[in-house]
């Protein structure tokens, strides 16, 4: 068993779980097991979390809006993803820690880390999917797969491990992956981090820690991701391709670190079905063709969807939640394209209108796309039927986060297909 120096380290430690999600559940489970008569601390905003072991003797709650004042009390935190570092008013770095520090510190076998703002969970499905065909133990974990510690329990030298790495798991991250991937980077989380340079920071410890035997994947063409590799000791292998290709790249070039046969990589890429909210191609409906690209929470994933897919969008559904992201680019876009009507959710639907307003300078109203303010997808649905032609696009890619209105991103995408289908029936 390979958690042996972490019950070494934490042994005589006090240990709080701060934030009480999946992850959080998962670090509860695992040390328990370590620790069977240890009490643990649990912190969460949320006032009705629920262990998952009902030995409630040997947990201590921390739970309401004053959670976050119970990390001066324990002597190691191990802190989930979601909760920002901003918000934790200058507490001692030292002692928080992750599922992702104490996994990479505990892992015997190899880790190929994927991160980018954008492609990094459909980059590791390939990999993982290739890996497996080309004989490979591989496993798909972090964001898209299963959580990290319980797999510590049973790993082995010869496992490998694909880890999609969001900028929240790389923040404070000490050590690097043996193969890491780096796609792209863009503003976003702009609400969580202080500010881009602060996220762009927490992306680069993907590479900052790597050695001379280890791999760095990266996005030649993105001039950030360029920069930051520079950081890496590690041996470069830089990839091109657009948007939606880049993963496809990606895959390839680590499948090659691994021997794979050229075969075995192509058969696998072509047998490769995209996941479901990107740039999903969901149906026709009375002529008129829906993708679903819900998961473009930033503009620059709308503004590849849109060359992607080209002049036969008519019709594009955008906004929601704000991230304090600048939108002028994706407003260009759409005013160089030929699409003639938009459908805007709140808040930044808003705020995109605006920009268009703003950069309208030499077209006559009747030149402007129609735009519609709407606050439900069931009228987003119906706008779009009667305002995209047979033959055309009716495209939902929303350049913003879902929260507000949606639960997330999937199930905004799941109400676009339910109202599509629904009315493309009638």
């Not at 701060?18 to 601390?41: A, H, M, N, Q, T």
């Not at 820690?97 to 499905?125: H, L, M, R």
């Not at 050229?262 to 890429?269: L, R």
């Not at 350049?399 to 999937?410: D, M």
Request: hydrophobic share 35%; net charge positive; charged share 25%.
């Amino acid at each position: 068993m390979f958690l042996n120096n972490l019950k070494k380290n934490f042994e005589n430690k006090k240990i709080l779980i701060l934030g009480f999600g999946k992850e959080g559940k998962d670090s509860y489970l695992v040390l328990r097991k370590l620790f069977p008569k240890k009490i643990l601390g649990i912190a969460d905003q949320n006032e009705n979390v629920k262990c998952p072991i009902s030995n409630v003797k040997k947990i201590k709650y921390h739970l309401g809006k004053d959670y976050l004042l119970s990390i001066k009390d324990y002597d190691v935190i191990i802190k989930s993803p979601g909760i920002s570092f901003k918000s934790l008013l200058r507490p001692d770095l030292g002692k928080i820690t992750s599922q992702t520090e104490i996994f990479f510190d505990n892992c015997p076998g190899k880790i190929v880390g994927i991160t980018g703002t954008k492609g990094k969970g459909t980059t590791a499905s390939i990999v993982c999917k290739i890996l497996k065909a080309g004989g490979v133990k591989a496993h798909l974990i972090g964001n898209i797969g299963k959580p990290v510690l319980n797999f510590l329990f049973s790993t082995t030298p010869e496992d490998v491990y694909v880890y999609e790495l969001s900028s929240h798991q790389l923040y404070n991250l000490k050590k690097s992956p043996h193969i890491a991937v780096f796609l792209n980077l863009f503003a976003d989380h702009l609400d969580y981090y202080k500010n881009f340079e602060d996220y762009a920071n927490a992306k680069t410890n993907i590479a900052l820690h790597q050695k001379k035997d280890d791999y760095l994947v990266y996005n030649i063409q993105d001039k950030i991701v360029k920069k930051i590799s520079k950081k890496s000791k590690a041996k470069k292998i830089p990839i091109k391709g657009e948007y939606y290709k880049l993963n496809r790249e990606a895959a390839i070039a680590v499948a090659k670190i691994f021997k794979i046969d050229s075969k075995i990589i192509e058969k696998t890429i072509k047998n490769f079905k995209t996941s479901f909210h990107r740039l999903e191609l969901f149906g026709v409906f009375k002529e008129i063709t829906f993708y679903n690209d819900s998961a473009a929470t930033i503009p620059e994933a709308t503004m590849a969807a849109i060359q992607t897919l080209g002049n036969k969008i008519e019709t594009i559904i955008l906004g929601g939640s704000n991230k304090n992201v600048n939108f002028e680019k994706l407003t260009k876009k759409i005013l160089q394209s030929k699409i003639k009507t938009l459908i805007l959710f709140p808040s930044t639907g808003e705020k995109i209108w605006r920009e268009i307003i703003k950069l309208r300078r030499g077209l006559t109203p009747a030149q402007l796309p129609k735009h519609f303010f709407i606050d439900n997808m069931q009228d987003a649905i119906k706008l779009s039927y009667q305002h995209t032609k047979k033959g055309k696009i009716c495209l939902l890619s929303p350049a913003s986060a879902s929260f507000g209105i949606f639960k997330n991103y999937k199930e905004r995408g799941n109400l676009f297909k339910k109202y599509v289908k629904y009315y493309g029936s009638k």
